[in-house]
């Protein structure tokens, strides 16, 4: 039975996701454009398991969360706690398999609202019935967001929902032991993709100053070689895991003799140029090697110009993702593995 897919996206990026959609999945598809960073993927009989695996294979880049609609209610005629109920449990019904005793539930409205009277209505609804509910970290969850004039209710599977946060909108805590915004980026990343770095690894930052990758890096135990003629953030300077090599990335690899088990690169260049360093770095990478790159989206048409970068990529490497995360701006992460 055809479905509606919600699916967000970053506010500038929707004519390269619905461009995406329509190459990689079958059949005529009717899209609506409900916010600045969602719309609908209307009555598609396309499943949420295949949508997601395009998405999760890189096929589909600039879509960032995915849920299945089940229900919409006008704001000023919202169900009551037992209709709402119903619903939920209705559809939760068809996750037996799952054994749902507990769910996630998650609202936002457009902007950085988190719609919090929103979640209230959804989880006493489900308390009223015997399920309980958290934030984050169930296999089911349960979306509520404000659309226009409408609250859209969605429920998917967390496996097919591309991110544990509502919208994909993941809210990482700044406290001042940051070094810089980037290194949101790289915490996405790992935690989105659900990266292992490898126990007392040796990894290579390119670009590195003022040293937010790298200190992230330290934190997940690598042993790291900065590479940035910039300086790094007087804070890492006193750190013997970190060695910090003033120079650009072709004079440092014309050089090295260290072979690498990660390689990550936030270096401002285009995406073929800043992918063939990575065929550089892929040199003194073990095989097998995690490779994380941002390919910046600039020019008229950055979705082509980052599929011509991960062409590129793959003379090296084998790409098991692409996507534009919460906190990528104009720009796609891309995780890879040195053959």
């Known amino acids: 039975?055809?479905?509606?897919?919600?699916?967000?996206?970053?506010?500038?990026?929707y004519r390269y996701a619905v461009r995406e959609i329509r190459e990689a999945l079958p059949g005529e598809h009717r899209f609506e454009r409900l916010g600045s960073d969602l719309a609908r993927?209307?009555?598609?009989?396309?499943?949420?398991?295949?949508f997601a695996a395009a998405c999760d294979e890189g096929r589909i880049m600039f879509v960032r969360h995915l849920t299945e609609e089940i229900a919409g209610y006008p704001l000023d005629d919202l169900p009551t706690e037992s209709e709402l109920a119903t619903t939920l449990l209705e559809e939760l019904a068809d996750h037996a398999d799952l054994a749902v005793r507990a769910v996630a539930v998650q609202t936002w409205v457009e902007g950085n609202g988190t719609g919090g009277s929103f979640h209230r209505l959804i989880t006493d609804a489900l308390t009223s019935r015997g399920v309980t509910s958290t934030r984050a970290g169930q296999d089911v969850v349960v979306s509520g967001v404000v659309a226009?004039?409408?609250?859209?209710?969605?429920?998917?599977?967390?496996?097919?929902?591309?991110?544990?946060?509502?919208?994909?909108?993941?809210?990482?805590a700044r406290g001042e032991e940051r070094v810089s915004r980037s290194e949101f980026k790289l915490e996405e990343a790992i935690a989105t993709f659900g990266l292992e770095?490898?126990?007392g690894g040796k990894a290579v930052d390119l670009g590195a100053s003022p040293g937010g990758w790298t200190r992230i890096l330290r934190q997940h135990g690598q042993e790291v070689w900065s590479i940035d003629p910039g300086?790094?953030?007087?804070?890492?300077?006193?750190?013997?895991?970190?060695h910090h090599e003033a120079t650009t990335a072709g004079r440092f690899f014309a050089a090295n003799r260290v072979r690498f088990d990660v390689v990550v690169n936030d270096m401002r260049m285009d995406q073929v140029t800043s992918a063939r360093m990575m065929l550089d770095a892929a040199e003194h990478l073990r095989p097998g090697g995690l490779a994380i790159v941002t390919l910046k989206g600039g020019g008229k048409n950055p979705l082509d110009g980052t599929r011509r970068g991960l062409d590129v990529l793959r003379e090296r490497y084998d790409v098991l993702h692409a996507r534009q995360l919460h906190h990528n701006r104009n720009e796609i992460t891309a995780i890879a593995y040195r053959r």
């Open 197 to 199: 770095l490898p126990a």
């Open 1 to 13: 039975m055809p479905r509606s897919i919600l699916f967000s996206f970053a506010s500038d990026s």
């Open 148 to 172: 226009g004039k409408q609250l859209l209710i969605g429920l998917n599977r967390l496996a097919d929902s591309l991110s544990d946060w509502p919208g994909g909108r993941m809210r990482l």
């Open 231 to 242: 300086s790094l953030d007087p804070r890492l300077r006193g750190d013997r895991g970190i």
């Open 41 to 50: 993927l209307a009555d598609s009989a396309v499943p949420v398991g295949q």
